[in-house]
């Protein structure tokens, strides 16, 4: 369970929940959110977890079990893992040097300068070069070790308990985080422009999309990676409970999140005399421009970065280790070879190709080309195939009695009905807007 919660909360929660809502309606994008959660979230972590227990393998070969023409959904899967990992590792390798930076602002004044010049500068000559290694390379090594070393030790002794770690002190220095952005001057200004609803965005088909794209990426279902965690939970856990614990644990981090994000946006609006919608921002511009922003004016700004920076690390490494996994088991599966050969296999190459990419010159655009198509291939022409076959192969019905021989909530009609119709939809319906927009 610490496992799939590691998996869930990550980067999205942090950087990506807090925009998409603001964008979306603020306030009142939690309607949408919660009925994606309830229609599609958690019905599909239900499924991959009775596909997972039930035919106890990495997705290709749960998937080959459960019908030996849906094996390549699985690898298909395993490709999307490796392409994720390959990218995440570096955000993750960046915050690391950044909670080093926040101790004394090494940014300095301007710090969307610092990123894209002094941080991530293709370096022009050798001495620039050093330094790019010493400041982007080595850090991206370093996560690249530490995840491939917890990952080495197996499932109980490695990932569950890197977990069972990582999480309660991600949430002990978040919840420090929030607490610290609330106090500050301002906070409640940034905290009125995320709440405020603006109903009329309730009419617009892009905010129930953006709605269900976050709980899909954020819940990481349809990657196959609760597929793989689920297929070593003991025969008698309970699925469904679990997967309730879970999706609660992953939504309560994502709201307090957006509180956090924009208590601190409300504080940097404030200072500068700007609007909070001007400085609002997700993704990489708000971890690595807008928060050294704030670190630089706030007062405990260190204190304030290394919460925030070691945060993006600890809550970045659990969902890394979980698309690892994935590949990992997959290797495992079908070579039968042993766990840290396994990790080697895929670790070594991995961490080789993510360094290149990544680590000698800025990767920016690779990383931009890599997150699109992970976002629309990966996870909903993925998950599109995945429910079809599931439903089309007639595989619902014996996967729901699964889940209800162990599980103290029962699944019934209206699991069918958003596993079997209210999610294909809701992914072909993306998919076609998604392939429409890439086309024009
Ligand atoms: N669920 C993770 C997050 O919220 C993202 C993720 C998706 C990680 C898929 C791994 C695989 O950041």
Redesign the pocket.
């Known amino acids: 369970m610490f496992a799939a919660i590691g998996?869930?909360?990550?980067?999205?929660?942090?950087w990506?929940f807090p925009y998409v809502a603001y964008k979306n309606g603020g306030g009142a994008f939690i309607l949408p959110y919660l009925v994606a959660l309830l229609t599609a979230g958690i019905p599909l972590l239900f499924l991959d977890y009775a596909v997972g227990h039930r035919y106890r393998g990495s997705p290709p070969l749960a998937f080959r079990r459960l019908n030996r023409k849906f094996e390549t959904i699985g690898w298909w899967n395993v490709l999307v893992?490796v392409l994720?990992g390959l990218y995440?590792a570096v955000i993750l390798g960046w915050a690391a040097s950044y909670t080093y930076y926040s101790l004394n602002a090494a940014w300095g004044a301007d710090p969307s300068a610092f990123f894209f010049k002094d941080y991530l500068q293709m370096a022009p000559d050798v001495s620039a070069q050093m330094q790019f290694v010493a400041q982007v390379a080595l850090p991206l090594v370093l996560v690249w070790l530490a995840t491939l070393l917890i990952l080495a030790f197996g499932v109980q002794k490695g990932v569950a308990r890197a977990s069972a770690f990582f999480m309660p002190l991600l949430v002990v220095m978040f919840v420090l985080l929030v607490g610290i952005a609330l106090s500050l001057p301002g906070a409640a200004k940034g905290l009125d422009v995320l709440f405020t609803p603006d109903w009329s965005k309730l009419a617009s088909s892009e905010v129930w999309i953006a709605a269900y794209g976050q709980i899909f990426?954020?819940?990481?279902v349809c990657?196959g990676?609760m597929i793989t965690y689920s297929s070593y939970m003991k025969r008698s856990s309970d699925l469904t409970g679990t997967g309730m614990v879970v999706a609660f644990a992953?939504s309560s981090f994502e709201l307090l999140a957006g509180i956090g994000v924009f208590a601190a946006l409300g504080f940097i609006a404030t200072a500068s005399g700007q609007q909070v919608g001007d400085v609002a921002a997700g993704g990489i511009g708000l971890a690595f421009i807008a928060f050294p922003t704030i670190i630089n004016q706030a007062p405990f700004g260190a204190v304030i970065g290394v919460l925030f920076f070691g945060s993006l690390v600890f809550?970045?490494l659990t969902?890394?280790i979980?698309?690892l996994e994935v590949v990992i088991a997959a290797v495992q599966d079908k070579l039968k070879i042993g766990r840290v050969a396994a990790t080697l296999a895929v670790g070594v190459p991995m961490m080789t190709a993510s360094v290149l990419l990544f680590g000698t010159t800025t990767g920016l655009p690779v990383l931009d080309v890599l997150d699109k198509f992970v976002n629309t291939y990966g996870?909903v022409a993925a998950g599109f195939l995945y429910v079809l076959c599931v439903v089309l192969g007639r595989n619902l019905g014996v996967l729901s009695r699964h889940l209800n021989k162990t599980s103290s909530l029962k699944v019934g009609k209206t699991w069918l009905l958003f596993v079997g119709a209210v999610t294909p939809l809701v992914l072909g319906t993306m998919l076609f807007t998604d392939t429409r927009s890439l086309l024009t």
């Not at 990426?217 to 990481?220: D, I, P, V, W, Y």
């Open positions: 998996s869930a909360v990550g980067l999205g929660n942090i990506r893992n994720i995440y990426f954020s819940l990481s990657f990676i992953n809550a970045g969902s890394l979980s698309v996870i």
